[in-house]
């Protein structure tokens, strides 16, 4: 019996590590080409309810291919928050302009409008952010979009953004877009202020996908 009751042992510790393993692996890929994203304006890459798991960090691998009005790399934006799009959402990762969110997080490279230029790294979560039925994730979704909305303002990026510590659930709704623009307002008279006035190239892209790993 002693024997047996250390072999069942093990077996259940060997799976409980398999199950924590999987959890810390867990991350989905949001890709896209050639997207181009105006101020404040968002594609809602995971809707709510469409991923499970917790949220423990963003990563951003992409590149600025075109500028309107002072676009930098690193505002393109991750944004966690509910449908249709207002201010005050759980998380804002990359973007000059406050969306209000409960965490805030800036890329650490990207600070540039010149085409070509990279932004990459990772952000990792002080409060790590629970997407399960009881938690204030419930509801909310995941945009990705243009975070500078200063008027005329528009970039071009091809990459990928990453969530660290999520995976696809099995019932996925719809995705939308969306803007903030009719509520920020302010926001972009004070965000202007920062780049001037300045114009690039612009064009058209293919809207983004989603993939799991």
Not at 122 to 149: Q, V
């Amino acid at each position: 019996m002693k024997k047996h009751t250390i072999i069942n042992q093990s077996i259940l510790s060997i799976a409980c590590f398999g199950l924590l393993a999987s959890a810390s692996n867990a991350a989905v890929t949001y890709t896209f080409t050639n997207q181009t994203w105006t101020g404040f304006n968002f594609n809602q890459a995971y809707p709510a309810g469409s991923l499970t798991g917790t949220l423990t960090a963003v990563s951003v691998n992409a590149t600025l291919n075109a500028s309107t009005a002072y676009t930098y790399a690193d505002d393109l934006a991750v944004y966690v928050a509910g449908s249709p799009l207002a201010l005050g959402g759980l998380l804002q990762v990359g973007g000059f302009s406050n969306l209000q969110a409960t965490q805030r997080y800036s890329w650490a490279s990207g600070g540039s409008n010149a085409p070509s230029t990279p932004v990459s790294g990772t952000e990792n979560l002080t409060t790590p952010i629970p997407f399960n039925p009881t938690s204030n994730a419930a509801n909310m979704s995941i945009w990705i979009g243009n975070g500078y909305g200063a008027a005329g303002t528009s970039g071009t990026w091809t990459g990928t953004v990453t969530l660290e510590g999520l995976e696809s659930a099995s019932a996925v709704a719809v995705p939308e877009s969306g803007s903030l623009l009719p509520v920020m307002l302010v926001a972009v008279a004070m965000a202007a202020r920062r780049r001037g006035r300045g114009a690039n190239p612009s064009s058209n892209g293919e809207a983004g996908t989603a993939a799991s790993r």
